[in-house]
Each structure stands twice: as structure tokens, then as C-alpha cells.
């Protein structure tokens, strides 16, 4: 038996990166996997290789900061699955600017996205989530993409690494909150490191820019020397982490961060 068989997964944001590779593992492993992405064309691209993997997906466009687009995401994925059991609130912004040079509507744009998105989407997905948990052994779950910049300061990005704080205590408040009510769902978060994606790249460009070049591989060769084990992460090694905290394997953690680092963190 696979890890997911039966189990119906929305992930936000999944059209590329982490949320795409989480996307495509889920579905290898038995899930059907539900795509919401502002990024159309790539989100079906992704559902495309699914399918041609022998995969079931579906994409819907969502712009995780609207309630209205989150409704039409939830409907259209119940519609077609037949129910939920897992949500991935995936979808994330960078901006890689200090205090003094970013601007108020930056700071707005993150907060839309990093934190607003994943309000909308929990009480979005809720209903859904509790209905399946009654059918269940082990209840529905959440991943809440944070980052190791939820847990430790940035120097890169300080407002980044607050909506990043504030989804590593959401993800706590919620879990305790659905643990109170006896809805059975898990609510847990994953903190990567730095990971090779569209973001990551976004990283070292911004890096550069800080210290006043546009070297981004000598910002990349100074990203590289914060990870121990002497690589950068791939977005396969942040699907397997959120694959595990979704799955049945992860059924007595709640409330609790997975550090996906490469040992950044151990400093
Ligand atoms: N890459 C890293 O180094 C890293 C590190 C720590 C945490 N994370 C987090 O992991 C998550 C995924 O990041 P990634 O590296 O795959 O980034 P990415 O930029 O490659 O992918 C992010 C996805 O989110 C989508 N998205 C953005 N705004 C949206 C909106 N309003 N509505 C719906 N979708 C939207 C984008 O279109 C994109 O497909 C993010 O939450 C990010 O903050 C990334």
C-alpha cells in the first residue's frame, strides 16, 4: 500500500517549486492531488506530467489572498474528488529587502500572500478537513510551508521572517484550537533551508544587490557556506518532509516544525 492511497491533497502555490515536486510525490505515492496556482499555463503543465506519470490532478487558479478564489479552489476539488483530506498552504513570496528599503506596499504584499493565504486557505479548507477526519483512523492534515526564517532572524529579509514567524504560531495556535474542538485534524510546519527554485534564485539576486554587486553565484557560494552538510536543498527534499508530516506515518504530531536545513539551524 502506498503512503497516500485514498487521500485527496489541495496544494496552494503548486504550479512550480516545492509545491510542484510535493505535488508530483504525493501523487506517486497514491494521493489525487489538487493544483491552485495564479501561475495557469505551469499548473497545467504540472498536472499534465502527473498524468502522464499515471497520476490523478486537477488544476484550479487561485490567488491565495482573495476568499472568494479560495471558495471556487475547495469547490472544485470536492467537486471532482469527492472530498479533502489534506492541505498544503504552499504558496510564498520573497522580497529580500531590509526595513529602511522596502516599501509599505512590499510589506503588504507579503502579508497578503504569506499570512492572509494561509488564514484563507485553513478556513477555506476546514469544513472539508473535518468531514473527512470523522471517515478516517487518523484524521485530515495541514502542512504550512514556513522556513528556517521562522525560527531564526534574516538578515536577508526581516519581514519576510516575520509572516515566516507568524505561520510557525499559527501553525501551533490551530493545531492546539483543532486538538481542543476534537476535529482530528493535524496541523504541523516544515522549515527548509535554502532550496534550488524560482525563490531561491530570487535569494541570491537580492543578496547581491545588498551588498552592492550583481554576483549572484558569489551570493550563492555565501548561501552555501551557511548549510553544514555543503549543498543547497532541493525541492525533493522538502516534498519528502511534507509527504511524511501528511501522511498517516507523521498521526501523533501536531503543533510541531520539521527542519529541512541542511543544519543551517545547528549554529
Ligand atoms: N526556496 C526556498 O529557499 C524556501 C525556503 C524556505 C521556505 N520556502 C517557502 O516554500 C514555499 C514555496 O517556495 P518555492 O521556493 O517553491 O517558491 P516558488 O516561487 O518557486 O513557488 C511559489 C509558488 O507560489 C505561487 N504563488 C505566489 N503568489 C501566489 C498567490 N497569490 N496565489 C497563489 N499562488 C501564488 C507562485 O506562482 C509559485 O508557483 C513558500 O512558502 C516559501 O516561502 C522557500
Known amino acids: 500500500m502506498n503512503r497516500l492511497d485514498g487521500k485527496v ?8 517549486g516545492i509545491g510542484g515536486e510535493s505535488a508530483k510525490l504525493m501523487a506517486s505515492v497514491g494521493a489525487k492531488v489538487a493544483i491552485g496556482d495564479v501561475l495557469e499555463e ?8 502527473i ?21 471556487a479552489a475547495m ?33 503588504h504584499r507579503l502579508v497578503a500572500v504569506n499570512l ?46 516575520l ?6 504560531l499559527f501553525t501551533k495556535s490551530t493545531a492546539l484550537e483543532f486538538g481542543r474542538k476534537g476535529y482530528r485534524i493535524r496541523v504541523n510546519s516544515i522549515h527548509p533551508g535554502l532550496i534550488e527554485t524560482d525563490m531561491g534564485q530570487q535569494t541570491f539576486v537580492m543578496r547581491a544587490k545588498q551588498v552592492g554587486t550583481n554576483d549572484t553565484e558569489k551570493a550563492r557560494e555565501a548561501t552555501l557556506a551557511l548549510h553544514p552538510l555543503g549543498r543547497l536543498g532541493t525541492a525533493s527534499d522538502i516534498a519528502k518532509g511534507i509527504v511524511f508530516l501528511a501522511s498517516d506515518d507523521a498521526s501523533f504530531m501536531t503543533g510541531a516544525g520539521l527542519v529541512v536545513d541542511g543544519g543551517w539551524t545547528a549554529h
Open 163 to 168: 509572516t515566516k514567524g507568524g505561520v510557525t
Open 9 to 16: 491533497a489541495f496544494l496552494s502555490g503548486a504550479a512550480r
Open 42 to 49: 505551469r499548473g497545467r503543465q504540472t498536472v499534465r506530467e
Open 51 to 71: 498524468e502522464a506519470s499515471g497520476g490523478q490532478a486537477l488544476f484550479v487558479p487561485l490567488d491565495v489572498t482573495t476568499e472568494a478564489s479560495w471558495a
Open 75 to 107: 469547490d472544485a476539488t470536492v467537486k471532482k474528488f469527492g472530498g479533502l483530506d489534506i492541505l498544503v498552504n504552499n504558496a510564498g513570496i520573497f522580497v529580500g529587502k531590509g526595513v529602511e528599503d522596502a516599501s509599505m506596499d512590499d510589506w
Open 116 to 161: 492572509t493565504g494561509v488564514v484563507l486557505g485553513t478556513r477555506a479548507a476546514l469544513p472539508h478537513l473535518k468531514a473527512s477526519a470523522q471517515q478516517s483512523p487518523h484524521g485530515s492534515a495541514i502542512v504550512n510551508l514556513a522556513s528556517i526564517a521562522g525560527l531564526v532572524g534574516s538578515q536577508l529579509d526581516p519581514l519576510y521572517s
